[in-house]
């Protein structure tokens, strides 16, 4: 980690002191990014962009400001504490806001022990180039792709570092590296699209990318030929590509921010059931090589391990210090921080029981259906649960796929529906979120 963003945070609490902030912290971030994307097995576009954004974090008792900037000058950082105290000065009391106090603070942690950074060097934009080139010819050896609309690799190396008057100092970096592609199937009117790629944290452990092309080929040749399904009730199984979005659902309606504001579907329901007895949310942020890892959070609290849903039943919120105070409750260190923004609360790496079923034993289970793979727009009522989406995907019959699906709706309520959640075992290990596909039995199906 670079002395220059330490000493870059200490600069801004001596500047925000001077201007008279009876507290403060501060976050420094640095990044460097290089992507490159391809068509018609030409380059097409090439970017690399580096850069230093700095925030700053002053209060004056229960007032708070935060400003931010991507200037380091010293007359910058200046600048910045004056105006954000003159802010705070005028901003509304929050008697919930506040630095944690100092026996609250993470004291130690083993950044190795996590491997969130590739000691590997920087891929050089030609290497990128030939992963997307790749990734854009496997997809257009499969017979049926018309065209590629979009192949691409990128790299991404980033630095944080945050400090506060409160004596907590501390920072880590991040590395990642993708690869991507969009293919298309018939023409006109019928075209169909669907896609593949990959991130991850090491260079080493990312999927090959004529794997990845060939893959969004032959989803988008699966689609091609779609039509609207029947309407009515039938079971749903979503795939493991979407299906963290139930479990996302799950997440927006405990968080802090939303449960203060009594703006939850799950509002009152610590200690009830939430999933099916046998099914368990664990988040743990210390995890090796998973992107939402990280030692503290964005408060300097340490992160740890915690069950947010115990066989089925809920225990809690996700909470960050003014949410927690807002309660009457204690912070999970669920912090989240940026630049130019207080912090507020978000979850990392999170993980859903999973099955003992297949993907394919699921749908034999769910005899005739919807397997739902890409779905659009959201009509999610944070109060009741109702939830409504757009979906496409392929009509099941008899337990086996029988032809592609678009133009459909699919409804339900999120709580009944996270409560008869069937798991399959098919989840990726290395994503944030790793939920399996999932079988829902009793959905509204608006198709023709």
């Not at 630095?99 to 950074?117: I, K």
Request: hydrophobic share 40%.
């Amino acid at each position: 980690m670079s002395a220059a963003l330490d000493q870059l945070c200490q600069d801004m609490l001596t500047a925000a002191r001077k201007a008279g902030a009876e507290a403060a912290d501060a976050v420094a971030t640095r990044g460097t990014s290089v992507s490159v994307d391809v068509r018609g097995g030409t380059l097409e576009q090439a970017e690399r962009a580096e850069g230093t954004d700095i925030g700053l974090r002053v209060l004056m008792g229960r007032r708070q400001a935060v400003v931010s900037a991507s200037d380091i000058k010293p007359d910058t950082l200046a600048a910045m504490a004056e105006r954000a105290v003159a802010m705070a000065r005028e901003a509304p009391e929050d008697p919930h806001a506040g630095l944690a106090d100092p026996d609250q603070l993470c004291a130690e942690w083993d950044l190795a022990a996590l491997e969130m950074t590739d000691p590997t060097p920087e891929p050089e934009a030609q290497a990128l180039e030939r992963d997307a080139l790749a990734a854009e010819a496997a997809a257009l050896s499969v017979e049926g792709v018309t065209q590629v609309q979009g192949a691409g690799a990128a790299y991404g190396a980033n630095e944080f570092w945050m400090a506060a008057t409160n004596g907590f100092s501390g920072g880590f970096g991040r590395t990642r590296r993708s690869t991507s592609c969009v293919a298309i199937s018939g023409t006109g009117t019928g075209m169909q699209r669907d896609y593949d790629g990959d991130s991850r944290v090491f260079q080493s452990d990312l999927r090959d990318a004529s794997d990845i092309g060939r893959s969004a080929g032959e989803r988008a040749v699966a689609m091609h030929g779609a039509r609207r399904p029947a309407t009515g009730r039938y079971p749903v199984l979503f795939d493991e590509r979407i299906s963290s979005s139930l479990i996302s659902h799950l997440l927006s309606a405990i968080n802090g921010v939303n449960v203060a504001r009594r703006s939850s579907w799950l509002l009152d329901a610590v200690g009830e059931t939430v999933l099916p007895d046998h099914l368990s949310l664990v988040e743990d942020p210390r995890l090796p090589r998973l992107p939402g890892s990280r030692p503290f959070d964005g408060e300097g609290l340490p992160t740890r391990a915690r069950r947010i849903v115990d066989r089925g039943v809920l225990t809690g919120w996700t909470l960050d210090l003014a949410s927690a105070r807002k309660l009457g409750l204690v912070s999970t260190g669920n912090a989240a921080r940026g630049t130019s923004a207080p912090p507020s609360p978000s979850t990392w790496n999170v993980e859903l029981t999973p099955g003992t079923q297949s993907r394919d034993d699921l749908l034999c289970d769910m005899g005739t259906g919807l397997l739902v793979t890409s779905m659009i727009g959201s009509t999610i009522n944070p109060n009741t649960g109702d939830y409504s989406r757009g979906a496409s995907g392929f009509w099941v019959e008899n337990g086996q796929v029988a032809y592609p699906v678009n133009e459909c709706t699919i409804a339900g309520n999120l709580r009944d529906m996270l409560r008869r959640i069937v798991p399959a075992d098919d989840a990726r290990p290395w994503l944030s979120h790793r939920v399996p596909s999932l079988l829902v039995e009793g959905m509204t199906l608006a198709g023709t």
